[in-house]
Each structure stands twice: as structure tokens, then as C-alpha cells.
């Protein structure tokens, strides 16, 4: 199954690289708020462009740690029930499980696209983008949470032990 080792290193490539654009966002947007705060208390002089600049890069960065939380399975779950259920019944929760969670994804980038069509023609009021780069992060975040839910079905399916590829810790 070489292909299948392809694609797991290309989605693997992919899931780095995106936590490392949603780190690299967070502290640059830590920074412009926090020039927005020192503009607005020591010169008195608000820099207009710094929050929806912010909140740019926050939804950004968000969707881009959602979607790594998914490929490596650390978001917050109540997992009692699958604990101590019988290895049959855990497979098809989490067979269940991803089927959602990778149709959540699509239906997010389909409507996210539809969104941004539907909206490129407005302007961002203080950055003169047009109006459909809001949605830009739900479209990608929906992409990546797809193919991230689907190859761990394929593992899933496979019988493959997940590992996160980040040095993320699952508390138990």
C-alpha cells in the first residue's frame, strides 16, 4: 500500500504546516492587538485596521488547530461509553463518528465557498478586501477537517493505531 504511505506523508506535510500558520498567526495577531491597545492608551490614536485584522487571523487560526485536532485526535470528548464498550462497538462509534466529522467538513467548505461567492462583491470596511475573504478559513478549515476525518477512517477501517503526528499529550 505504497500510495496509501504517500498520502499519509502528504497529509502529514499538510497538518504541520498548518499548525505551523496557526502559530505563526496567533503570535503575529497577539502582537497587532496588542499594538492596537498600546495606539489606543499611550498615543491615543486607535489604528482602525488593527481588529478586523485580528479577527482575520483568528479565524484562521482556529480552523487550521481544529483541523490538526482532528487528524490528530485531541479535541475534548466524552469517551466513557467508548471505554467500556466491547472493541466491536468502539470501532463503529468511531466509524460513525468520523463519517460526521468528515461530512461536517464538506458541508463547511461547500457553504463556506458558497458564502464567499455569495459575498465577494462587498468590501472589509477598514481593509478594502473583498467581503468573501472572511470565509476563506471556514472553506480551508472545512477541506482539511474532511481529508484529516477521512484518512482516520481509513485507518479506522484498516485497523491502524492512530498516532498524532504532533507532540500534542491526550490526557486519559
Do not use: C
Amino acid at each position: 500500500m505504497p500510495s496509501l504511505l504517500i498520502a499519509r506523508r502528504i497529509l502529514g506535510l499538510l497538518s504541520r504546516v498548518s499548525l505551523w500558520i496557526a502559530g505563526t498567526l496567533l503570535v503575529i495577531m497577539t502582537a497587532v492587538v496588542g499594538w492596537q491597545v498600546f495606539g489606543r492608551y499611550m498615543l491615543n490614536d486607535t489604528p482602525n485596521w488593527a481588529e478586523p485584522l485580528s479577527l482575520q487571523f483568528m479565524s484562521w487560526f482556529i480552523l487550521l488547530g481544529a483541523a490538526v485536532g482532528v487528524r490528530d485526535s485531541v479535541h475534548l470528548g466524552l469517551d466513557l461509553v467508548h471505554h467500556v464498550s466491547p472493541p466491536w462497538a468502539q470501532k463503529a462509534m468511531d466509524l460513525v463518528s468520523l463519517t460526521l466529522v468528515a461530512g461536517f467538513g464538506v458541508a463547511m467548505a461547500w457553504y463556506g465557498a458558497k458564502l464567499a461567492i455569495g459575498t465577494w462583491t462587498a468590501t472589509i470596511p477598514v481593509l478594502g478586501w473583498p467581503g468573501g475573504v472572511d470565509f476563506f478559513p471556514l472553506v480551508l478549515g472545512g477541506i482539511l477537517i474532511a481529508l484529516f476525518a477521512a484518512e482516520r477512517l481509513v485507518d479506522t477501517l484498516l485497523g491502524v493505531e492512530i498516532v498524532a503526528d504532533t507532540a500534542t499529550p491526550e490526557v486519559v
